[in-house]
């Protein structure tokens, strides 16, 4: 009965931060079709007269932020006054990336539209809180039409997979990819990228792989659960703007994101890399990630 009483109690400590996520983001749906209903709006999502309900949902996550994780947000100053994509690290859980959104509309009442992988569009009930939060797919063309209106745009090249099968060592997992490289060169913006600290000590996935992944590759279905929760410190870093270069072709810019000038050029991987070479210990320890919730000297 003890041995009994124990497992549950680690499953609960494992799994229950991860779904009350859930639940909270579920409730923020519900609270956005209430106020909907309420004040009978039609009006197009992204338009400012939602700014009043984006403005709840952000100082709600933000202080989830403060309180959970210690949140900080770097290098705010990096980020162009037009348009520009934004290209980041995924954690587990990108939870830390809804702290960057939420933070950046509080200080700067600016939206970010988020690229997400098409399976998003596919769970229920969040269709509006996608919708007023900028969340994309993605295509080139959606992207261009963003860009073009103004907006930051962000996209994770590793996406799912980087999310269910990277770890600890904080290995980048873009493959190919280089879409997001031509977007930029067509709409003639920088690139940013960023990163956030100790993403991985906050939540992980399970070692054993080979079944999740071909499970992966053959669905495009994120089947692992993530687990952890721990209160770890979380600083999001970014990094200084790659500008637009009407010289270089798209494979160039990708390489130049890969293998880079900045910080730590003998890395195989460039601007987010160096981000997380210069802030991240390697491989992540969730001992070091909580004490750095008392580290000061950051501040």
């Not at 053959?218 to 790659?242: A, D, E, M």
Request: proline residues 6%.
């Amino acid at each position: 009965l003890i041995i009994a009483s124990l497992t549950i109690s680690a499953i609960l400590v494992f799994f229950i931060v991860p779904l009350t996520i859930v639940f909270f983001i579920y409730l923020t749906n519900i609270l956005l079709l209430i106020y909907q209903r309420n004040n009978e709006l039609k009006a197009d999502p992204l338009s400012d007269v939602w700014n009043s309900v984006r403005k709840t949902i952000a100082s709600f996550w933000d202080i989830y932020a403060r309180i959970w994780h210690g949140y900080e947000l770097h290098g705010v100053k990096n980020l162009p006054e037009g348009p520009g994509i934004l290209v980041y690290y995924h954690g587990a859980i990108p939870i830390d990336y809804l702290y960057f959104l939420s933070r950046l509309f509080l200080w700067k009442k600016r939206l970010c539209l988020s690229v997400a992988d098409h399976f998003v569009f596919r769970l229920p009930g969040l269709r509006l809180l996608l919708a007023v939060t900028g969340v994309i797919p993605g295509t080139r063309e959606e992207c261009l039409v963003a860009l073009k209106n103004g907006y930051l745009v962000s996209i994770s090249p590793g996406g799912v997979r980087e999310a269910l099968f990277s770890d600890e060592s904080y290995q980048l997992m873009w493959g190919n990819r280089k879409g997001f490289a031509q977007v930029a060169l067509e709409a003639k913006v920088p690139i940013i990228p960023m990163y956030t600290q100790n993403v991985r000590e906050g939540y992980r996935m399970f070692k054993e792989r080979r079944f999740f992944r071909q499970l992966y590759e053959s669905t495009r279905l994120p089947f692992t659960p993530p687990y952890g929760g721990l209160p770890v410190k979380f600083r999001t870093y970014i990094g200084k703007p790659i500008p637009y270069d009407p010289n270089i072709t798209a494979e160039e810019l990708v390489e130049k994101v890969f293998k880079g000038k900045f910080l730590f050029s003998f890395q195989t991987k460039a601007a987010v890399q160096a981000l997380i070479s210069k802030h991240q210990t390697i491989p992540g320890s969730i001992w070091k990630a909580l004490l750095e919730r008392f580290d000061k000297r950051h501040k």
